[in-house]
């Protein structure tokens, strides 16, 4: 029941925030000018009303979520980075201490965490602006792993994580991210911003009792949270130096200072020990003291290993297309990258006895909305965190919770994609079901299990619309001796029983032609239903011609009857005609498979220009050329 009442309290906030946003909308600044798309030689600028299935759009519409505006310009370059870095800093210190409680690891092994993944990322990831460090998806995964066989197990599963990754950015398998649907991507957004709100609400309950703050510690908790999410929206307005959630964070700390506010601190939550400095908190590097050479320890920790670098791959990945769209300068982020820098950051993580984490949604706000624009304000958080651990602690200790916990509930308002809502009468209803199949999953298990099963139920409401739309034309010739078909949609698994009910087998005459111009044969099952559909018509027999198939599919069907084609299935070739496309088979019926050739041009040069290749390519052609060779 509590469970419920803090997801409805997350929402409630969320859309406070919201609220908010508007209420100060007059004294922000205007909205900036639309941002130039990615360069390219397709890129084009468009004017007028915006087309509605352009709003939804993740990477397009990023930009518009930042609520702050931030100075430009080489000059300002260094100074915003470090401002930003020790913007985020500051915003990690509650996160990792919560979600070290989580897993079951001292308060200040979360905090080190967020240090070594933060800085390693940093410095070898996929793009600037990222901020990654102790991440609650992960936390997760790791909490039932230490409650069963210690702290030992889990820094050795984190670096195990680590090694992991990196092997999947060398083999360059994050690139597969691409194909994470943009109704996922959606729902991701939503969902991890309810996440991000929950956790903030566990501030609000006394951490002895786990009742409701009430008195003036509840009202002190209440007020200088609200006062914090208007500071962060309002000083924009008043200065750009310095990033708004720095200096809320200043002006909330001098205020309860003055007014000797009953405010809970971040000592309060992870005790005076955490933030006693000195360097006696620095961690100590060393392989974990487990029996690697064991087989029964490798089986402990190759599934929880799998699934830590699974999900944090995941969310790292989902949070670098977000900050695509977010950084106004032109370029992707390199997939690659990002897999091996999380992969160090873990192994780094590891060898100090830390949690491991990833990249995280909310803190990346945080560091872009103060200004980020290069590596050097990520590693400034992780420098600025630790040097504050070891020098500074006492002061980072008397921080009020509430500053943060503001600064955060805006970052939760500004991740969560409005837009997605007033699509949701727009856009294919099936979309409209996976965003909140994902936000829900997201909410009640875990990231990871969110964008798998959106994946899942995209890609089989995908094959069920494709499997639906395949249809033929036909047409007889010849006074009835000759009959077409002409094909029209995607020939897959999904299809091929709709494919199969096309054709009137007994009643076609002697001589039929299956013309495949309009559609595409794309896998194995594909191939097999051909080859049934030709052989019920040499049962009774009579022939099928095949007709603009790509020189891989005549191939491949030619392997399938075991290097002859039967005689009632006959493959037309026409060299300037015929479509080029690969078919999704196992290269073991590729293999010797020659090469189809390159589109000529009429002076016999080969063309290499995909425009002119599509002019090339007719499939309007009359059927009754074939027909002519038949006769």
């Given at each position: 029941m ?22 100060v909308?007059?004294?922000?600044v205007p909205?900036p000018?639309?941002r ?7 890129a ?11 709003l ?9 979520m930042?609520?702050?505006?931030v100075?430009?310009g080489?000059?300002a370059e260094i100074?915003?980075n ?7 800093a500051?915003a990690?210190?509650?996160?990792s201490?919560?979600f070290?409680f ?6 200040i ?13 940093a410095?070898f990831?996929g ?11 992960t936390?997760?995964?790791?909490a ?9 197990y889990?820094?050795?599963a ?9 092997t999947?950015?060398?083999l360059?398998?994050?690139k597969f991210?691409?194909l994470?649907p943009h ?8 969902g ?9 609400l ?15 510690k ?6 200088l949270?609200?006062l914090?999410?208007?500071?962060v929206?309002?000083?924009p307005?008043?200065t750009?130096?310095v ?5 809320t964070v200043?002006?909330i ?9 009953p ?5 309060d939550i992870?005790?005076a ?12 590097f ?5 029996p690697?050479g064991?087989?029964?320890t490798?089986?402990v ?7 830590m ?20 300068d032109g ?6 990258k990002?897999?091996i820098?999380?992969?160090l ?16 949604i909310?803190?990346?706000?945080v560091n ?7 590596r050097l ?12 651990i070891?020098a ?11 500053a ?8 939760c308002?500004?991740t969560f ?7 949701m009468r727009?856009i294919?209803?099936?979309?409209a079901a ?5 936000s829900?999953v997201?909410v ?5 299990d969110?964008?798998?099963?959106g994946?899942?139920?995209s890609?089989?409401?995908?094959c ?6 395949l249809w ?7 006074s009835g001796?000759?009959k077409?078909y002409?094909?029209h949609?995607l ?6 029983q ?11 005459p002697q001589?039929?032609v ?8 794309l ?12 052989a ?5 027999g009579?022939t ?5 198939l ?6 491949l069907?030619?392997?399938l009857?075991?290097g002859?084609?039967p005689p009632y299935?006959?493959?037309?070739v026409d060299?300037?005609?015929d479509?080029?496309y690969e078919v999704?088979?196992e290269?073991r019926?590729y293999?010797?498979?020659?090469a189809?050739?390159?589109?000529k041009r ?6 290499v220009?995909l425009d002119?290749e599509?002019e ?12 002519d060779?038949?006769r």
């Amino acid at each position: 029941m509590r469970r419920r009442c803090l997801r409805s309290l997350a929402i409630g906030c969320v859309l406070a925030a919201h609220s908010l946003r508007g209420a100060v909308g007059a004294f922000l600044v205007p909205t900036p000018p639309p941002r130039v798309g990615f360069t390219g030689r397709h890129a084009s600028r468009r004017e007028g009303p915006v087309p509605a299935s352009q709003l939804e759009d993740l990477v397009a519409n990023a930009k518009s979520m930042i609520f702050a505006v931030v100075p430009q310009g080489p000059q300002a370059e260094i100074p915003r980075n470090i401002m930003a870095g020790f913007a985020v800093a500051l915003a990690m210190i509650p996160e990792s201490v919560a979600f070290a409680f989580v897993v079951g690891v001292t308060p200040i092994a979360g905090l080190w965490s967020a240090v070594c993944l933060g800085f390693l990322a940093a410095a070898f990831g996929g793009r600037p602006g990222i901020a990654s460090g102790a991440a609650g998806s992960t936390a997760v995964v790791m909490a039932a792993l230490v409650d069963s066989h210690g702290i030992s197990y889990l820094s050795a599963a984190v670096m195990l994580a680590g090694i992991m990754q990196i092997t999947v950015g060398v083999l360059r398998w994050g690139k597969f991210i691409k194909l994470v649907p943009h109704p996922v991507m959606l729902g991701f957004v939503n969902g991890l911003a309810i996440v991000i709100a929950n956790a903030q609400l566990s501030h609000f309950f006394d951490p002895a009792t786990g009742a409701l703050l009430a008195g003036a510690k509840g009202a002190s908790m209440l007020g200088l949270t609200a006062l914090s999410m208007a500071l962060v929206k309002l000083l924009p307005r008043l200065t750009t130096a310095v990033p708004s959630s720095l200096l809320t964070v200043v002006l909330i700390t001098v205020l309860t200072k003055v007014f000797h506010l009953p405010a809970q601190t971040l000592s309060d939550i992870a005790g005076a020990e955490t933030f006693r400095g000195g360097l006696s908190v620095l961690p100590h590097f060393g392989l974990a003291q487990v029996p690697w050479g064991s087989w029964q320890t490798w089986r402990v920790l190759l599934p929880y290993s799998a699934t830590m670098a699974a999900v944090g791959l995941i969310e790292s990945l989902l949070t670098l297309q977000l900050v695509d769209g977010l950084m106004d300068d032109g370029k992707r982020g390199d997939t690659r990258k990002e897999c091996i820098g999380q992969g160090l950051g873990n192994i780094a993580s590891g060898l100090t006895g830390g949690m491991g984490g990833c990249a995280m949604i909310g803190q990346t706000q945080v560091n872009i909305q103060a200004g980020a624009r290069g590596r050097l304000a990520g590693i400034s958080m992780a420098l600025l965190l630790g040097l504050g651990i070891v020098a500074a602690a006492p002061a980072l200790g008397q921080v009020p919770v509430a500053a943060l916990v503001g600064i955060m509930f805006v970052v939760c308002e500004s991740t969560f994609a409005w837009s997605s809502l007033r699509l949701m009468r727009k856009i294919p209803r099936s979309d409209a079901a996976t965003v909140v199949i994902v936000s829900l999953v997201t909410v009640w298990q875990d990231l990871a299990d969110g964008v798998v099963v959106g994946t899942i139920v995209s890609a089989l409401c995908f094959c069920w619309k494709q499997s639906t739309n395949l249809w033929v034309e036909t047409s007889e010739g010849y006074s009835g001796f000759i009959k077409t078909y002409k094909l029209h949609g995607l020939l897959f698994f999904g299809s091929t029983q709709s494919f199969a009910d096309l054709f009137r087998i007994q009643e076609d005459p002697q001589e039929v032609v299956l013309d495949f111009a309009a559609s595409r044969v794309l896998d194995h099952s594909a191939l097999e239903a051909i080859n049934n559909v030709a052989a019920k018509y040499g049962e009774l027999g009579k022939t099928l011609h095949l007709v603009h198939l790509s020189s891989d599919c005549a191939g491949l069907l030619e392997r399938l009857n075991s290097g002859t084609m039967p005689p009632y299935e006959i493959i037309e070739v026409d060299e300037a005609t015929d479509p080029i496309y690969e078919v999704a088979e196992e290269s073991r019926y590729y293999r010797d498979l020659k090469a189809p050739d390159a589109p000529k041009r009429k002076d016999g040069q080969a063309d290499v220009s995909l425009d002119e290749e599509d002019e090339d390519f007719d499939d309007t052609e009359d059927p009754e050329a074939w027909e002519d060779d038949l006769r």
